[in-house]
């Protein structure tokens, strides 16, 4: 009896089992799924990217976008996980640089040369600089997608007026403004540095200012006579550390959390007035705190006393994410589509919506605030990548460990620049 | 006819049982000796070969280095500062976790029946998620908005305001209180179930014989928590040694390698700096340092149980 109940339960497990898979069959024939990943997360990053999937899926009947918006940093593990794990998704974001073409050397990233050769109309829409940090020996592996990222100091408007404070151009006015600021009991500078991505903004700035884009791309390059023990990274660390010891930055900033909003709580409470940080922080402060998006104001880096660089140079990417194709993705040329509709002129139109503008040729943005933004962009001399995506990860990592130490003041500037070269000799042969 | 029925019918009950018994060890085991070899036995032997590469863990393997990574390792003060704190984080554990969870479970044990709404609010820090826990402590944390600082303010305590999470001589201590914080109901649980056996004639009798309630906890209660004492600190220990996720959540191990700990220290050679080869080196090592650590703890435990 038992025995019996048993068998036909079992019977009916494998039947309904047999039901699973062939249900599963079913789909897969009818439905091709295009896997994506992207890290934007907030409402209206995240409507851009549905709203070109449905203009792909129109065009393209049986392809499914199954879109996936993960957090930054828990993005950048996910990734590598996918890769590592041969079940890397079809379409997805980077920054360009050093982590990118770990992938492309390892052969997981589809080289997107031919097709845009077969379309040069699309291709030329781009700023061509913006191709940059996706170009690996030649060829292209991906399009910049969402932004034009420099980094800005943007700042309490308002606080500035009431205090009689102006936007500092040098150094030295940085200065008086980070002492008048620490008299009102304000702390000068908001800085979530727990990622250490935040705090590098300043070192990579300063040794911009001081020595020009060439210090670091000789050092890269390991060109004779350049290196991470070159006297701008050296005296970059310094200026950082003045910084730090001026009381430039808010309460705890080596462990303030960035991804959680814990720089921009500082600006909203009035308890610090500035911050250095991507172009994406004024998107992201429109739609989170409006009213104090109207007493936003941003102004570039000031210049550092006897620096090389030219002061109208900016640091981040023409494209802040890169959208790439995985090599294993079944689906090639339709994912190809796919990410050209990402990054198509609605697309660009709904991000312009979003104070995003695209590196695109001749874009109108009728928004004033980010057409003043992407005018400083546009008229750099130079842009410099973020060290720690221009860098192989693993130097990028300690560029970035160094980096939290100077802020921490327990490492000597000289002391942080000769592991950096000591780290380059081995990785950079 | 009717014999062969009979016999059958004998027969087969016999036979299909030995079958069961014999079966049975194997339906049983099954399992589970499965599931460790899926999930426990391959991937620690894979991880083991893979600390002979140089792979950044994308598309075909790298290339073998034998022992390279393990005599990095053995000079890596980096991965010697995690596993110290480590140990730190197990000692305080046990050291913390244990007696106020003891204390708790005795207290709530002799409220009797009263005591239910006590063991589901102290019971409840274990049923949150730890991430959710990491977020709610770094705003508690928080030297600019946080309360903990406000407090020490409040009550006059302003000169022990601290920079909790950001300062390198803090950052540490203040994960293994919340660590702390959220294990000891955990301990409690287990002291509570071990408290359910101790035979009340056994309280009454000392009651009798004029033993205070001091005297029954020290001389009676204690002592037959013992073997439960034990387990307790073996998991607190083994635990400790394999931590990750409140640490990675509140502080990623820093500022400064300040909190890393050895699964932190894995993760960010792994998936930060792209060197699976290394991490799997470290990952491996860390199998050692727990396997050690735990025969020793389990080898002094098993003496003190003995002697007393």
């Given amino acids: ?429 | 006819m009717v014999d062969i029925s009979a016999r059958l019918a004998g027969d087969e009950p016999r036979s299909s049982r030995r079958l069961a018994r014999d079966l049975a060890p194997i339906v049983f085991l099954g399992p589970a000796v499965l599931l460790l070899l899926v999930f426990l036995i391959y991937p620690l032997m894979s991880s083991f070969r893979l600390s002979l590469l140089a792979w950044n863990g994308l598309g075909h393997e790298g290339s073998y280095i034998g022992l390279a990574n393990w005599w990095r390792l053995l000079h890596d003060g980096l991965f010697w500062a995690a596993a110290k704190n480590n140990i730190l984080l197990a000692v305080f554990s046990v050291l913390i976790q244990l007696p106020i969870a003891v204390v708790l479970a005795v207290v709530l044990d002799g409220l009797g029946r009263g005591s239910q709404l006590l063991k589901i609010l102290y019971f409840l820090p274990l049923l949150m998620s730890s991430v959710a826990l990491g977020v709610l402590f770094k705003n508690f944390y928080d030297p600019n908005f946080g309360p903990l600082n406000a407090l020490l303010e409040g009550i006059g305590l302003g000169g022990l305001q601290q920079d909790w999470l950001g300062d390198t001589h803090f950052s540490l201590a203040s994960v293994i209180a919340v660590i702390c914080w959220q294990n000891i109901p955990f301990y409690m649980v287990l002291f509570l179930a071990g408290l359910a056996s101790f035979p009340a004639e056994l309280s009454e009798a000392a009651v009798l014989d004029g033993a205070s309630q001091m005297t029954i906890f020290w001389r009676l209660k204690l002592p037959h928590l013992k073997g439960t004492l034990r387990t307790g600190a073996l998991l607190a220990i083994i635990g400790s040694l394999r931590y990750f996720d409140l640490i990675y959540v509140m502080t990623g191990g820093g500022p400064e390698g300040a909190s890393e700990l050895m699964a932190t220290y894995m993760y960010h050679q792994v998936f930060a700096s792209f060197q699976l080869g290394y991490g799997s080196t470290v990952a491996s090592a860390m199998f050692i340092v727990v396997t050690v650590i735990a025969a020793i703890s389990l080898r002094l435990t098993s003496r003190l149980e003995t002697e007393v």
């Fill in chain 1, 1 to 429: 009896m038992s025995a019996k109940r048993a068998s036909m339960l079992s019977a009916l497990l494998m039947g309904a089992s047999f039901a699973v898979f062939a249900g599963t069959a079913a789909l897969a024939d009818d439905v091709k799924t295009i896997t994506e990943w992207d890290l934007q997360t907030t409402p209206a990053a995240v409507k851009v990217i549905r709203d070109a999937a449905d203009r792909f899926e129109a065009t393209h009947p049986g392809f499914k976008v199954a879109d996936t918006h993960i957090q930054n940093d828990a993005y950048k593990a996910k990734i590598k996980i996918a890769f590592g794990a041969n079940d890397a998704p079809c379409i997805f974001s980077s920054w360009g640089g050093g982590p990118l073409r770990e992938y492309v050397h390892a052969n997981q990233v589809l080289d997107l040369t031919p097709y845009l050769a077969k379309d040069p109309a699309f291709k030329d829409r781009f700023l061509p600089a913006s191709f940059g940090a996706v170009t690996a020996d030649g060829k292209i592996y991906g399009l910049p997608a969402e932004n034009s990222a420099a980094a800005l100091i943007f700042y309490n408007k308002d606080m500035f007026a009431k205090l009689g404070l102006t936007p500092p151009a040098t150094w030295e006015d940085l200065l008086k403004v980070i002492d008048v600021l620490k008299s009102k009991d304000i702390a000068p500078f908001a800085l979530a540095n727990k990622g250490k991505w935040p705090g590098s903004m300043y070192f990579v700035y300063l040794a911009d200012r001081i020595g020009g884009p060439d210090a670091f791309a000789n050092a890269v390059q390991r060109k004779p006579g350049g290196s991470f023990e070159d006297p701008a990274f050296i005296e970059a660390g310094k200026r950082l550390q003045e910084l730090v010891k001026a009381g430039a930055f808010a309460k705890g900033f080596n462990g303030l959390d960035w991804d959680v909003g814990a720089a921009r709580r500082l600006l909203y409470s009035d308890k610090a007035a500035m911050e250095l940080m991507g172009v994406w922080e004024a998107s992201i402060i429109r739609g989170e705190n409006p009213d104090f998006a109207k007493k936003l104001g941003f102004f570039p880096f000031p210049s550092v006393p006897g620096g090389k660089g030219d002061p109208n140079a900016v640091i981040g990417t023409l494209g802040d994410n890169f959208v790439s194709v995985s090599a294993s993705c079944p689906y090639r040329d339709a994912a190809v589509d796919l990410i050209k509709t990402l990054t198509d002129d609605k697309a660009a139109a709904g991000r312009l919506a979003d104070g995003r503008a695209m590196p695109l040729k001749g874009i109108k943005i009728e928004d004033p605030f980010v057409a003043s933004m992407f005018a400083l962009i546009s008229k750099a001399p130079s842009v410099q990548l973020w060290y720690d995506q221009e860098l192989p990860p693993k130097l990028g990592e300690l560029h970035k460990d160094t980096t939290q130490a100077l802020f921490g003041l327990s490492v000597t500037p000289e002391a942080a620049a000769k592991q950096m070269e000591e780290a380059a000799k081995e990785e950079l042969k």
